[in-house]
């Protein structure tokens, strides 16, 4: 008698059906483990489609500020940078001219010029240089006038506008044991609108000329 061989069955057998979206696994022990997935296709919930967009709103919103405020910086940072070039053009060229010049007021070179600062000072400077003749430095609608001999020039810029051009005159009377010297006053303002940017600047410049003789 032939023997007989016996293949064991197995005790579990998996079985997977796919119901309506779902995963069906028996499991050994009897229970059954669901798979949720999403069916091929599907696109996304409204909640889904909200929460994205609200998490985007508030990306864009933070991004654009600093966009914004970043552009509004370099805006203020040119107009002032700017307005300090001009402004250390003008008083530059005023000291140059100065330093090799007899100082003072307006419509009179021959009497002392001493003004009294802070509380009143000139708004006009009279020197008279040793080869241009006589100079006059004025303001006027804003720009700065340089008058020479009867010649009147805008020596600032139309970028930006002096709202304020003085001058502290000290020193000029004789043998007063001074140094005849001139403290220039400025404010100047950026023509620009957006962002617009103001400085005040000050300098002090001494003639070289001896008004006293020791």
């Known amino acids: 008698m032939r023997p007989q061989i016996l293949t064991p069955k197995p005790s579990t057998t998996f079985v997977a059906k796919a119901v309506l979206g779902k995963t069906y696994n028996p ?37 654009s500020s600093v966009f914004l405020s970043s552009s509004r910086m ?13 402004a250390s053009y003008i008083l ?10 007899v100082i003072c007021k307006a419509g009179d070179f021959s009497n ?9 000072p000139a708004s006009i ?16 609608g804003n720009a700065v ?19 304020r051009l003085q001058f502290c005159v000290l020193g000029t009377p004789t ?4 140094q005849p010297r001139v403290t220039i006053l400025a404010s100047i303002r950026s023509k620009k609108t957006q962002q617009q940017a103001s400085i005040d600047i000050q300098t002090t410049v001494s003639q070289r000329f001896l008004s006293d003789q020791y």
């Not at 043998?175 to 001074?178: E, H, T």
Request: proline share 4%; aromatic share 8%.
């Open 74 to 86: 370099q805006k203020r940072a040119f107009n002032i940078q700017q307005a300090e070039e001009n």
């Open 175 to 178: 043998l007063d044991q001074k």
């Open 145 to 163: 006038h340089r008058i020479v001999n009867g010649t009147d020039s805008v020596i600032s810029s139309n970028t930006v506008d002096f709202t």
């Open 112 to 120: 002392p010029c001493d003004t009294t600062c802070p509380a009143s």
């Open 125 to 140: 400077l009279n020197i008279t240089h040793p080869i241009n003749g006589k100079i006059t430095y004025q303001l006027s």
């Open 92 to 101: 530059e060229s005023m000291a140059k001219e100065i330093r090799v010049s």
């Open 27 to 63: 499991k050994p022990n009897g229970f059954t483990q669901h798979h949720f997935c999403r069916k091929s296709g599907a696109g996304f919930t409204l909640v889904e489609t909200m929460a994205a967009f609200l998490i985007f709103s508030i990306i864009l919103t933070v991004f």
